[in-house]
C-alpha cells in the first residue's frame, strides 16, 4: 500500500523531482527531492525511480523514536528529534535526507508525484 | 534579488587556467531575458571581430534561460553559442537532456569560454568547483563510451557532454553529445569544443534557484502539466514523436530523397514512427520535466553490427534514410548511432553523404578518393563515408569541411547540388513547392535550419486549397494523399515566415522547448504566468518576447555583416537544384521554385524586416529596437 513505481512507462523526466521539492519545501531543487529518478544507459535503457515504500527501517533505528508511523506513513517528529542522524544511512534507498537545520525528513506520502507524473509512471494505492 | 535565474556567469579561460565567477549582468536580463537572447548579444559584444572560429580567441557560450530548471514543462533545453566554423556567422544549437538544468543549479545560467587548453581536457563543475582536467584518457573515444565512463568515474548524477572523434578533428559540423542520444547538433559546435581541446563537460548542480513566488509557480506548474495532458496531441503526438509526421512529409512531397533530387520515395512506411515503436523502441525517453517524450530509445540489429541508439527522430530518419536511399530502420538507426559516437550532425551528415554519393555516382570522386565502391542506399557506404569524415582520411578530409566548401574543392558544378544556405546543411523539408518553407530556410540566421520557421503547413494549404490556419496536426490527421499537388502559393508567406522565425526561436530565450506549443498547442499564456511567477516580471508573450525575438533577428544579421566580408542578399539564395531542376516524380512532379519567385520573396521580406536590397538591416530599424551597434 502506498506508493508504487512501474517501469515500463517512465521517460525519466524527473517531473515528480520538482514538485517534490516545490510542495514540500518552497524550493526548486530536485536535489533533495524525497524520490530519486536515474536511468541506465546505453544498457538496459531504462528508467527507474526510488522511492520510499514506508518500510519503517529508519524509525527501527531511531533511538528516539523520533520516526513515528501516522496511519501509513513514517514521519520524523522534529521535537523528539535530537539530530543524530542515526537514520540517514540504514535507509535501503537513500531516501533519509537532511534539511538546512540538520534534521532529518523523508516522504511524506504527499501524493504530488503520482499526480504530476505525464506517464503515470508512480502510482499510489 | 533576481528572481528565476541563478545569478552568476562563469567565465573559463583555457589559455591561462583563470576561473571568474561573476554576477549575472543586470542589462543582460533586462533587455535580453535569457538563452537566445543572451548568446546574440554577448557573441556580438564580446567576440572579437573577424576572428577564426577555430581560433582559441572565438567564445563558446552557454546559455540557459528564466524558465530553465524550473517547475515548468520541458524546461531543459540547453543553448549553446559560438560564431560557427560551418557558415563563419553567428551559430547556435540547443540539446535536450539534463545538462544545462544543473549548470543553472550549480549557480550559472550564462558559461563563456576561451582560449585553447594545452592538453585534452575536460571541464568538470560540481557547484562552486571548477576545474580543468587532463582528458587523455578519453581523447579519442566515442560520445556515447565517454560519457558512460565518466559517470562511473564521477558518479551518475552528474551529467556529461561530450565531443567525438569529428569534435576532436575539427569537421565542420561535429556535434555535441549527451544524455545518451541528446545533440547539439548544428553548426559545428563540437568542433569549437576540439579547437579548445575540450573533450567533455561534466556538471552536477544542487543547488536552489530563487523564484518569485513558490506558491504560485507551484499552482500554475501544476494547471500546465493538467493541461497539456488534456490536448490531443499528448497521446496522439507523443508515441512517435516526429517521426510521426514521415508519411505525410512523403504525402505532400517534401521528404528529401536522393540528395534532394526528388522529394517523395516508395518506402515511406519502412523507415516512419509505426517502424520505430515495432522495429526498434525500449524506451520512450524524454527531456528534464518533459510531459511529451518525444526521444524513442531503442535497439538496433544490422549486418555491421547491434546498437543502442536514440532516435531515429524525423531529421535523421529524412536525411540519412530517404535521402542516403537507405530504406530501412534497422540501417538507418545504426547510421544514427555511427554518427553519435563519431560526434556528427545527423541533419548535415545526411545532406553531405547524400553530396558525396551523387558526386561519386557522377563520377566527381574517384574509387580510389572514396577509398571503396559506394552505393546510394547502402550501410556499409554510408558508414564508410561518416567515418572516413571524422577520421578525415582521403575524400573524408574534403567533406569534413561541409558541402559548400566541399563542391567548391570538388568542383564540375557540384555546387548546384550542395544542398545549403549560407554553408549550412539544409534539414528534412524539400521545398520547391513550399515558397514559405523556402524562404525560411534561406533567410535563418544560422543557415538552413528548420529550428528557425516551419510554415510547410501553411504551404501546403495554399497548394491544396486548405485552410491557412490547419494545424500541422490537422493536415497530418487529414486525408493528404494527391496524385499531383498544385503550385503553392508565394505571394502572401511573409508575414507567416516572420512570425514563425519569431515564434520558434522564442523558446530557446525562455529555456524551454517549443514541441509542447508547436506540436500539442499548450497556449503562450502559460508562459506568460509561469514567467510571472518565477521572476516577478510581466511580459507579454506577443508585445514584448516576440520582439524580443525580431531584435535579435537584427542583431544576427548585424553579426553576419561583420564577420562575413561580402555578406548580403547572395548568401540568401538556395542552391541551384532548387530553381534549375524540375521535381522528376512524386505528387510534386514537375515544379520549381523560379528564381523571379525567389527574387520576389527576398524583395517582400527584406522591406517587411527594414533591411535594405542587399538585405542589410537599416539605420532606422536598429534605432528602433534600440539597437547601437
Ligand atoms: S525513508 Fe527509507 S528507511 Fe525510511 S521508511 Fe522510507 S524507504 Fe524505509
Ligand atoms: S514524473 Fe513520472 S515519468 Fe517523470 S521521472 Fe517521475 S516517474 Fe518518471
Ligand atoms: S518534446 Fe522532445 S525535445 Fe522537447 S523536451 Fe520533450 S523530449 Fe525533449
Redesign the pocket.
Known amino acids: 500500500m502506498g506508493l508504487s513505481?512501474n517501469n515500463e512507462?517512465?521517460?525519466?523526466?524527473?517531473?515528480?523531482?520538482l514538485v517534490c521539492t516545490l510542495q514540500n519545501m518552497k524550493e526548486i531543487n530536485p536535489s533533495r527531492a524525497m524520490l530519486h529518478?536515474y536511468g541506465k544507459f546505453p544498457e538496459p535503457g531504462k528508467?527507474f525511480?526510488d522511492i520510499c515504500d514506508q518500510c519503517g527501517i529508519c524509525a527501527k533505528e531511531c533511538p528516539m523514536d523520533a520516526i513515528e508511523l501516522k496511519g501509513r506513513t513514517y514521519r520524523v517528529n522534529k521535537d523528539k528529534c535530537d539530530k543524530c542522524l542515526a537514520c540517514v544511512p540504514v535507509c535501503p534507498v537513500n531516501l533519509v535526507k537532511i534539511d538546512d537545520d540538520g534534521y532529518p525528513y523523508k516522504c511524506i506520502n504527499c501524493k504530488q508525484?503520482a499526480s504530476?507524473?505525464?506517464?503515470d509512471?508512480?502510482i499510489f494505492e | 534579488m533576481l528572481y528565476g535565474y541563478a545569478g552568476n556567469t562563469l567565465r573559463i579561460d583555457l589559455s591561462t587556467q583563470k576561473i571568474e565567477k561573476e554576477p549575472l549582468k543586470k542589462e543582460w536580463v533586462d533587455d535580453f531575458i535569457g538563452g537566445r537572447g543572451f548568446t546574440a548579444k554577448i557573441l556580438y559584444d564580446e567576440n572579437p571581430p573577424n576572428v577564426d572560429p577555430l581560433d582559441g580567441e572565438n567564445r563558446f557560450i552557454i546559455a540557459m534561460g528564466p524558465l530553465s530548471g524550473l517547475f515548468v514543462p520541458a524546461s531543459g533545453k540547453t543553448h549553446f553559442c559560438t560564431k560557427s566554423p560551418a557558415t563563419g556567422g553567428y551559430g547556435d544549437s540547443n540539446m535536450g537532456g539534463h545538462f544545462g538544468v544543473n549548470m543553472k543549479y550549480a549557480g550559472y545560467d550564462v558559461t563563456i569560454i576561451k582560449g585553447k587548453a594545452k592538453e585534452p581536457s575536460y571541464i568538470f563543475i560540481d557547484n562552486d568547483r571548477v576545474e580543468i582536467r587532463s582528458a587523455k584518457n578519453y581523447w579519442g573515444k566515442g560520445s556515447m563510451e565517454v560519457e558512460e565512463s565518466m559517470k562511473k568515474e564521477l558518479g551518475e548524477d552528474f551529467q556529461i557532454l561530450t565531443i567525438g572523434e569529428a569534435g576532436e578533428n575539427l569537421v565542420n559540423f561535429a556535434c555535441i553529445s549527451h544524455d545518451f542520444g541528446r545533440q547539439a547538433g548544428r553548426i559545428g559546435i563540437g568542433a569549437v569544443l576540439g579547437s579548445k581541446n575540450i573533450k567533455a563537460i561534466a556538471a552536477r548542480g544542487t543547488k536552489s534557484i530563487p523564484v518569485f513566488d513558490p506558491k504560485g509557480l507551484l499552482k500554475k506548474g501544476k494547471e500546465t502539466y493538467e493541461a497539456c495532458r488534456k490536448k490531443p496531441g499528448f497521446k496522439g503526438w507523443t508515441p512517435e514523436g516526429t517521426a510521426g509526421i514521415t508519411n505525410w512529409c512523403n504525402d505532400v512531397g517534401a521528404l528529401p530523397t536522393r540528395n534532394f533530387q526528388t522529394s517523395n520515395c516508395d518506402y515511406a512506411d519502412k523507415i516512419n514512427g509505426k517502424a520505430i515503436l515495432k522495429e526498434l523502441k525500449i524506451t520512450d525517453k524524454g527531456c528534464f520535466a518533459c510531459p511529451i517524450p518525444c526521444g524513442k530509445y531503442g535497439y538496433a540489429r544490422t549486418k555491421l553490427g547491434n546498437a543502442y541508439v536514440e532516435g531515429p527522430e524525423y531529421e535523421t530518419l529524412s536525411l540519412l534514410g530517404s535521402n542516403c536511399e537507405l530504406d530501412d530502420i534497422h540501417s538507418i538507426a545504426y547510421a544514427n548511432y555511427i554518427c553519435d559516437e563519431l560526434g556528427i550532425d545527423t541533419c548535415s551528415a545526411g545532406a553531405v553523404v547524400s553530396f558525396a554519393l551523387e558526386c561519386y555516382e557522377k563520377g566527381y570522386i574517384s574509387k580510389e578518393e572514396m577509398g571503396m565502391d559506394v552505393k546510394w542506399g547502402d550501410l556499409d557506404s554510408i558508414v564508410h563515408i561518416l567515418k572516413s569524415i571524422a577520421k578525415r582520411e582521403g575524400i573524408g578530409d574534403i567533406l569534413a569541411l561541409g558541402v559548400r566548401s566541399a563542391a567548391e574543392k570538388i568542383g564540375h558544378n557540384s555546387d548546384k547540388f550542395a544542398i545549403h544556405v549560407k554553408g549550412l546543411e539544409w534539414t528534412g523539408y524539400e521545398s520547391r513547392n513550399a515558397p514559405g518553407m523556402m524562404l525560411g530556410y534561406m533567410t535563418s540566421d544560422i543557415g538552413a535550419h528548420h529550428g528557425r520557421c516551419w510554415v510547410l503547413g501553411s504551404d501546403v494549404a495554399t497548394a491544396v486549397g486548405g485552410d491557412k490556419n490547419a494545424t500541422v496536426h490537422d493536415l497530418i490527421s487529414g486525408d493528404s494523399r494527391f496524385d499531383t499537388i498544385p503550385r503553392a502559393e508565394h505571394k502572401n508567406v511573409v508575414p507567416l515566415v516572420l512570425k514563425s522565425q519569431h515564434l520558434r526561436p522564442a523558446f530557446d530565450i525562455l529555456g524551454t522547448c517549443r514541441l509542447q506549443y508547436m506540436e500539442i498547442g499548450l497556449e503562450t499564456r502559460y508562459y506568460e504566468e509561469l514567467y510571472y511567477y518565477a521572476t516577478g516580471r510581466k511580459m507579454d508573450f506577443e508585445k514584448d518576447l516576440l520582439l524580443l525575438s525580431e531584435k535579435i533577428w537584427h542583431l544576427n544579421r548585424m553579426f553576419n555583416k561583420r564577420e562575413i566580408p561580402d555578406f548580403g542578399r547572395k548568401y540568401d539564395y538556395p542552391p541551384a537544384r532548387f530553381y534549375e531542376e524540375k521535381i522528376p516524380s512524386g505528387p510534386n512532379k514537375g515544379h520549381i521554385m523560379e528564381f523571379a519567385v525567389i527574387e520576389e520573396m527576398l524583395d517582400t521580406y527584406y522591406e517587411a524586416r527594414g533591411w535594405d536590397k542587399n538585405g542589410i538591416p537599416t539605420k532606422e530599424t536598429l534605432e528602433r529596437h534600440n539597437l547601437a551597434l
Not at chain 1, 504530476?116 to 506517464?119: F, H, N, S, Y
Open positions: 513505481f512507462t517512465c521517460s525519466g523526466c524527473k517531473a515528480c523531482e529518478v528508467y525511480v508525484c504530476i507524473c505525464p506517464r509512471a508512480l
